[in-house]
C-alpha cells in the first residue's frame, strides 16, 4: 500500500503544499456533532482550569474524531476547544502556530503529504516514546503498519493516524444501466463511456474531476503519472523524471478528457465536482473518499440512490491505478505549551476503536477491519484502491517540487503551454529544488 507525498524548507511553501492537498480533504461537512462517541479518555489532569486547543478542519471524515476528542476529553478543569474551520483557515493557523517558541494550538490535524517537511523542521513532537506507553491502554497496535508508516518521517512517528482517503469513481448507475455500460477501468473505457452518455442525451459533460488550477491539477498529474509506473522524481540519482514519456502520456492523459469535461473544469475542487454529482450536471466523477458518504444521502441528491462506486481506472491498463492516498491523523506541535502526555491520551482517545467506528461510513478508519461492505457502501471500491495505488514518494522535496510545477500543469492543460515545453519547464524546475538536497 503506499501513501501520499511531502517537503518544505521555509513556512511559507509549508501553506503553499498544505494548500495542494486542502481540495484533496475538501473542506465543509455534512457530518454533525451526533457524529461523537464517548470514549475513555483517562489521562492526569493538571492543576487548575487547562485549556486544549485543537486546529482541525471541517469535513464529514475528519469530525467524527474532532467531535469525539472534544466531547470525550472535556471533563474536571480542562476544556478541549475547536472552532469550526475551513482548510484554507487551517493552513493559515498551521503555519502561524508553528512559527514560534510557543503556539496557540496544542493538536493540529496534519496527514502523509506534510509529515516529512514539518518533520524535518523539528515542529511536530516525535510520538514514538508515547506510543510506547500509552498503546496498550488505547489498543494503538490496530492501526494500519503502512498508514503509521506514511505517518513516519526519517524511522520516527510524528502523527497518529485516524483514517486515509484514496481516490474512488462515482457513477450514475441508472444511466450505466439504460445504456448497457460497465465502470470504466481505462481512461480509454472512461472517454468511451462518455461518449455514449453524451450521444444518448442523458448529461452534456460526464465527466468531472477536480482540476482547479491552482491545486487539484497536480494531484491529477501525479496520479496519472504513478498509474503509468513513474515517479516525481530518482532518489537515488536525485534528478526529475518530468520530462520522461510517462510525463507526456499522464500530460495527454489529462488532455484526452476535456471534450468530456465542462469547460470551467480548471475552476473546480472537489465540492465543486461533488455538486455536478449533486445535480446530475454529471455522470462519472473520481474524488477522494472523504466525499463519497454525501453522495448517497437523499437529503443531499434527488439522484443519492442511483449512486454507484468502484475504484478508479488506471490510465493505460495494468493494476496500478489513477489514485493516490492520504493519511489524516494528529499530530502535537513541538511548541504545545500543555503536558505532551495528556495531549497524546486525547489524540489517542479519539481514534479508539469505539471512536472509529463512530466515524463509519463517512471515514475510511486507520484500524485494520473495520471497513466491510456492511460498514460502507463504497467498501469494495475503497479497499481495491487503496490496495491498487501507484508507490509514495515520501520526501522532504516532493510537495515543493508539486506547488512549483503545479502552474504549468495547469497551463498545459489550458492549451497556454505545448505537452513538450511543459515538460522541460517542470523537469526545469524539478531539478532545481533537488538541487537544494544534493
Same mark, same amino acid.
Given at each position: 500500500?503506499?501513501?501520499?507525498?511531502?517537503?518544505?524548507?521555509?513556512? +511559507?511553501?509549508?501553506?503553499?503544499?498544505?494548500?495542494?492537498?486542502?481540495?484533496?480533504?475538501?473542506?465543509?461537512?455534512?457530518?454533525?456533532?451526533?457524529?461523537?462517541?464517548?470514549?475513555?479518555?483517562?489521562?492526569?489532569?493538571?492543576?487548575?482550569? *487547562?485549556?486544549?486547543?485543537?486546529?482541525?478542519?471541517? #469535513?464529514?471524515?475528519?469530525?467524527?474524531?474532532?467531535?469525539?476528542?472534544?466531547?470525550?476529553?472535556?471533563?474536571?478543569?480542562? *476544556?478541549?476547544?475547536?472552532?469550526?474551520?475551513?482548510?484554507?483557515?487551517?493552513?493559515?493557523?498551521?503555519?502561524?502556530?508553528?512559527?514560534?517558541?510557543?503556539?496557540?494550538?496544542?493538536? !493540529?490535524?496534519?496527514?502523509?503529504?506534510?509529515?516529512?517537511?514539518?518533520?524535518?523542521?523539528?515542529?511536530?513532537?516525535?510520538?514514538?516514546?508515547?506510543?510506547?506507553?500509552?498503546?496498550?491502554?488505547?489498543?494503538?497496535?490496530? !492501526?494500519? =503498519?503502512?498508514?503509521?508508516? %506514511?505517518?513516519?518521517?526519517?524511522?520516527?512517528?510524528?502523527?497518529?493516524?485516524?483514517? &486515509?482517503?484514496?481516490?474512488?469513481?462515482?457513477?450514475?448507475?441508472?444511466?450505466?444501466?439504460?445504456?448497457?455500460?460497465?465502470?470504466?477501468?481505462?481512461?480509454?473505457?472512461?472517454?468511451?463511456?462518455?461518449? =455514449?452518455?453524451?450521444? %444518448?442525451?442523458?448529461?452534456?459533460?460526464?465527466? %468531472?474531476?477536480?482540476?482547479?488550477? #491552482? +491545486?487539484?491539477?497536480?494531484?491529477?498529474?501525479?496520479? +496519472?503519472?504513478?498509474?503509468?509506473?513513474?515517479?516525481? *522524481?530518482?532518489?537515488?540519482?536525485?534528478? +526529475?523524471?518530468?520530462?520522461?514519456?510517462?510525463?507526456? $502520456?499522464?500530460?495527454? %492523459?489529462?488532455?484526452?478528457?476535456?471534450?468530456?469535461?465542462?469547460?470551467?473544469?480548471?475552476?473546480?475542487?472537489?465540492?465543486?465536482?461533488?455538486?455536478?454529482?449533486?445535480?446530475?450536471?454529471?455522470?462519472?466523477?473520481?474524488?477522494?473518499?472523504?466525499?463519497?458518504?454525501?453522495?448517497?444521502?437523499?437529503?443531499?441528491? $434527488?439522484?443519492?440512490?442511483?449512486?454507484?462506486?468502484? &475504484?478508479?481506472?488506471?490510465?493505460?491498463?495494468?493494476?496500478?491505478?489513477?489514485? *493516490?492516498?492520504?493519511?489524516?491523523?494528529?499530530?502535537?506541535?513541538?511548541? &504545545?505549551?500543555?503536558?505532551?502526555?495528556?495531549?497524546?491520551?486525547?489524540?489517542?482517545?479519539?481514534?479508539?476503536?469505539?471512536?472509529?467506528?463512530?466515524?463509519?461510513? &463517512?471515514?475510511?478508519?486507520?484500524?485494520?477491519?473495520?471497513?466491510?461492505?456492511?460498514?460502507?457502501?463504497?467498501?469494495?471500491?475503497?479497499n481495491e484502491s487503496i490496495a491498487k495505488v501507484p508507490p509514495s514518494e515520501p520526501y522532504p522535496w516532493t510537495a515543493e517540487i508539486s506547488n512549483a510545477i503545479t502552474p504549468i500543469v495547469a497551463n498545459v492543460v489550458l492549451g497556454k503551454t505545448s505537452v513538450q515545453d511543459g515538460m522541460g519547464k517542470m $523537469?526545469?524546475?524539478?531539478?532545481? !529544488?533537488?538541487?537544494?538536497?544534493?
Open positions: 500500500m503506499s501513501l501520499s507525498r511531502s517537503r518544505v524548507s521555509a513556512l +511559507a511553501a509549508v501553506a503553499a503544499s498544505l494548500t495542494l492537498v486542502a481540495t484533496g480533504c475538501g473542506a465543509g461537512s455534512k457530518t454533525s456533532a451526533d457524529t461523537a462517541a464517548s470514549v475513555e479518555c483517562d489521562y492526569k489532569a493538571p492543576s487548575g482550569k *487547562t485549556d486544549v486547543n485543537v486546529l482541525a478542519y471541517n #469535513s464529514s471524515s475528519v469530525d467524527p474524531y474532532t467531535n469525539t476528542m472534544v466531547k470525550s476529553c472535556t471533563k474536571g478543569d480542562v *476544556t478541549v476547544n475547536h472552532q469550526p474551520i475551513d482548510f484554507a483557515g487551517q493552513v493559515q493557523k498551521t503555519t502561524a502556530t508553528l512559527a514560534g517558541d510557543t503556539g496557540t494550538y496544542d493538536i !493540529i490535524e496534519t496527514y502523509s503529504f506534510v509529515i516529512p517537511q514539518l518533520a524535518a523542521e523539528g515542529k511536530l513532537e516525535p510520538l514514538d516514546d508515547l506510543v510506547d506507553e500509552y498503546g496498550d491502554e488505547y489498543g494503538l497496535d490496530a !492501526i494500519n =503498519k503502512n498508514m503509521s508508516g %506514511a505517518m513516519t518521517y526519517d524511522g520516527k512517528l510524528y502523527g497518529l493516524p485516524m483514517q &486515509a482517503q484514496m481516490l474512488i469513481m462515482a457513477y450514475r448507475k441508472d444511466i450505466f444501466d439504460k445504456l448497457g455500460l460497465k465502470p470504466p477501468t481505462t481512461f480509454a473505457e472512461m472517454i468511451d463511456d462518455a461518449k =455514449k452518455i453524451q450521444a %444518448a442525451g442523458e448529461v452534456k459533460y460526464p465527466i %468531472a474531476l477536480p482540476l482547479l488550477a #491552482s +491545486a487539484d491539477i497536480v494531484t491529477a498529474y501525479d496520479a +496519472a503519472l504513478g498509474s503509468l509506473g513513474q515517479n516525481l *522524481t530518482d532518489p537515488k540519482t536525485m534528478t +526529475a523524471n518530468l520530462d520522461s514519456p510517462q510525463s507526456k $502520456q499522464a500530460l495527454e %492523459a489529462l488532455l484526452s478528457l476535456k471534450p468530456y469535461m465542462d469547460p470551467q473544469v480548471t475552476t473546480f475542487d472537489q465540492p465543486a465536482v461533488q455538486q455536478q454529482m449533486y445535480n446530475g450536471s454529471a455522470a462519472i466523477s473520481i474524488m477522494f473518499s472523504g466525499r463519497m458518504n454525501d453522495l448517497t444521502l437523499p437529503a443531499n441528491s $434527488q439522484y443519492a440512490d442511483k449512486m454507484a462506486f468502484a &475504484a478508479p481506472p488506471s490510465v493505460n491498463g495494468g493494476d496500478v491505478l489513477y489514485d *493516490t492516498v492520504s493519511v489524516d491523523g494528529w499530530s502535537i506541535p513541538a511548541n &504545545a505549551k500543555n503536558d505532551k502526555d495528556m495531549l497524546f491520551e486525547m489524540l489517542s482517545s479519539s481514534v479508539s476503536e469505539k471512536a472509529s467506528k463512530a466515524s463509519l461510513p &463517512a471515514a475510511y478508519p486507520a484500524r485494520d477491519g473495520m471497513v466491510t461492505d456492511d460498514s460502507m457502501p463504497f467498501a469494495a471500491a475503497a $523537469q526545469s524546475e524539478a531539478n532545481k !529544488i533537488l538541487t537544494e538536497y544534493k
